[in-house]
């Protein structure tokens, strides 16, 4: 079966520059998640897209943003980087049809700042 | 917000024994409790869930409990085997139709030695 698909899996970047991390969804599923995952920590909620829509914000700092397109996959823009934002991010897909969403996760993108 | 405290943080147990994970939490009004397997370099793997409508449910060698009035669940897993060695993270979420963020717990490290 088709998953979560996120690229890329490794990225290394300089403080002060951007980074662009992409997310396909799993066909069919009309919301995406953001989650960033610290070293040894519980993975941490930043935003949520439905049907293109934000719908949820967590703790995503301002320097980040996001969006969800047509095709819905989503991208999550990261700016004037900082050390502590190195951390593994995860992107979730669901279908919120039926009423009972569960949540599929990707493989995460690791993110090292230097 | 919801708060989801989980223990132990760290398991290890003799392959073919079992391995229980507790997890509490602090909104009654959450209704969703997934379960989620993360081995090392990969994503959260949804391996059960369980809705606030039924206090228990089985899957093969795994299992998860509900007490709502206690505001806690667990994880039981069975004739554990070494590829049951992860870490183990519960969530909680309020399910309404709009959104489902999950709130994790602080994750367990299952070592099922052989």
């Known amino acids: 079966a088709a998953g979560v698909i996120q690229s890329p899996r490794h990225l290394i970047k300089e403080k002060r520059e951007t980074a662009t991390l992409k997310c396909y969804p799993i066909?069919?599923?009309?919301?995406v998640y953001w989650y960033q995952q610290g070293p040894g920590q519980d993975p941490q909620f930043l935003i949520s897209?439905?049907?293109?829509?934000?719908?949820d914000k967590g703790s995503i700092p301002d320097r980040f943003s996001a969006q969800q397109f047509s095709d819905y996959h989503s991208e999550l823009n990261m700016s004037s980087l900082e050390l502590g934002d190195s951390a593994l991010y995860f992107c979730?897909?669901?279908?919120?049809?039926?009423?009972?969403?569960?949540?599929?996760f990707g493989s995460g993108t690791q993110l090292s700042v230097l | 917000g919801e708060n989801v405290e989980q223990h132990p943080s760290t398991l290890s147990v003799q392959e073919g024994d079992s391995a229980v994970i507790k997890c509490t939490y602090s909104?009654?009004?959450?209704?969703?409790f997934p379960w989620y397997k993360q081995e090392l370099g990969k994503g959260p793997q949804l391996i059960i869930d369980?809705?606030?409508?039924?206090g228990e449910k089985k899957d093969q060698r795994i299992a998860v409990t509900l007490n709502k009035t206690a505001k806690h669940f667990s994880l039981h897993i069975t004739e554990t085997q070494p590829e049951d060695s992860a870490v183990y993270f519960c969530?909680?979420?309020?399910?309404?139709?709009?959104?489902?963020?999950?709130?994790f717990g602080g994750g367990t490290r299952l070592m099922v030695k052989p």
């Open positions: 969530a909680a979420s309020i399910q309404r139709g709009a959104g489902n963020m999950l709130t």
């Open positions: 066909p069919r599923h009309d919301t």
């Open positions: 979730a897909s669901s279908s919120r049809t039926g009423g009972q969403e569960k949540l599929f």
């Open positions: 369980i809705r606030s409508n039924v």
């Open positions: 897209f439905y049907e293109k829509m934000q719908s």
């Open positions: 909104d009654s009004a959450s209704n969703y």
